[in-house]
């Protein structure tokens, strides 16, 4: 499999700002995003380094942020100045986390038509912590709402929204069960729907361990036209841990996961960059930004800002290496902030962090 480089740093030097970087998809009559799934509140709190059991560690910052993927996504394109509708579909609770959340939504102009509210569970949180030194983070949640979101609370009748993004798969219990009527997942008939009703489709994954991690997810991808997800949870899809450093092996990976019934793309980040193949097409790679020390504030969203890059420039009809590229400069901008989304900058912004900072080395195996 060839293994093209992107540097579109490079290019934009030769051909001007914009070259390459492709222009709207005038041809369609929709527009905008809708992002269904997790809606959470994350307590973000940083500590001076990560306890052992029974230890005490101490707590430097703190503070209350979005999260989830959808609502991370959502909030990422606000800030990212997008300038075409976004729309939140999911469940919240009857509570002040929900009342927070759908205010949150309103104030970065998400329209909050599907965004529903339930008295059966509080709405999702979880207690993400950062360590200082690193900015690695560590994950403790409750589901809350999140586990009784159904097809039910999706209507893709109204939307004129263009892409519908649906994450996280393995997050939603409800949504990731296995039908014993038609052994499908929850998740794959909304996907459908999605589908029905005019929209492309793309899903992120969440990483957990689950006995039927792969069956689930591989039960619903035919009914995805584009996938985004990172190197732990494509491993888990193919049934084999991938290393990074063998860039050949993550390509690989890349292309299988699209032969799993993918229908468009398939997009897997990591830390030292990115790769991703469309349907007919090699598989290319993505170097992610050499950072200097002390760059980073906490990794927490970094993922759902590279989901959001990908997706403003695929709902822009950039090419996949412009796709990529903005994703990885959307990342890199979302570390300058402990919180998933308050790093994330204007699209021009984000860009220029590619061309301040050279490229990492990805690994040569």
């Known amino acids: 499999m ?3 480089g992107v540097l579109l740093r490079l290019q934009t030097e ?20 809708l992002a269904g799934g997790n809606f959470i509140v994350d307590y973000v709190k940083t500590v001076t380094h990560y306890p052992e059991e ?21 909030k990422d394109l606000s800030a990212l100045e997008c300038g075409f509708p976004l729309e939140a579909a999911g469940l919240v609770g009857a509570d002040v986390n929900g009342s927070w959340i759908l205010e949150d939504c309103r104030s970065h102009r ?9 008295e059966l569970a509080p709405t999702s949180y979880t207690d993400a912590m950062t360590v200082e030194s690193t900015g690695r983070r560590t994950f403790f949640h409750q589901p809350g709402a999140n586990a009784l979101l159904d097809k039910h609370h999706f ?4 939307t004129r929204t263009r892409i519908f993004h649906f994450g996280y798969l393995m997050l939603l ?24 009703a005019g929209l492309e489709t793309s899903m992120d994954l969440v990483s957990i361990e689950h006995p039927d991690y792969s069956k689930i997810v591989r039960g619903t991808l035919p009914f995805v036209d584009h996938l985004i997800i990172n190197e732990i949870e494509a491993g888990k899809i193919v049934g084999r841990p991938l290393d990074p450093e063998d860039v050949a092996g993550v390509l ?29 097409q090699d598989a290319i790679a993505c170097p992610s930004l050499a950072l200097p020390a002390g760059f980073s504030k906490g990794s927490t969203g970094a993922g759902d800002a590279f989901a959001a890059g990908y997706l403003y420039a695929l709902h822009e009809g950039w090419t996949l290496e412009a796709r ?16 998933p989304s308050a790093g994330v900058r204007p699209v021009q912004e984000c860009l220029l962090l590619g061309k301040r900072f050279e490229r990492r080395q990805m690994g040569s195996r």
Not at 111 to 117: A, G, I, K, N, P
Not at 174 to 191: F, K, P, Q, W
Not at 252 to 280: D, N, P, Q
């Open 110 to 118: 998400i329209d909050t038509t599907q965004l529903h509210r339930t």
């Open 14 to 33: 030769r051909q001007g700002w914009w070259s390459g970087y492709g222009s709207p998809l005038m041809h369609s009559p929709r527009s905008g995003i």
């Open 2 to 4: 060839r293994l093209r």
């Open 54 to 74: 029974n230890m005490l560690t101490i707590i430097r910052a703190e503070s209350m942020a979005n999260g989830g993927g959808p609502y991370n996504v959502l």
């Open 155 to 158: 209507d893709f009748s109204t």
């Open 324 to 339: 990529l590229d903005l994703a990885v400069c959307t990342a890199a901008a979302c570390l300058t902030h402990p919180t």
């Open 252 to 280: 690989e990976a890349t292309a299988e996961i699209l032969s799993f019934g993918v229908g468009k793309s398939v997009v897997l980040h990591f830390e030292a960059g990115a790769t991703a193949i469309e349907r007919g």
């Open 173 to 196: 219990p409800t949504l990731d069960s296995i039908s014993v009527v038609d052994e499908r997942t929850g998740a794959s008939h909304v996907l459908e729907a999605a589908r029905a």
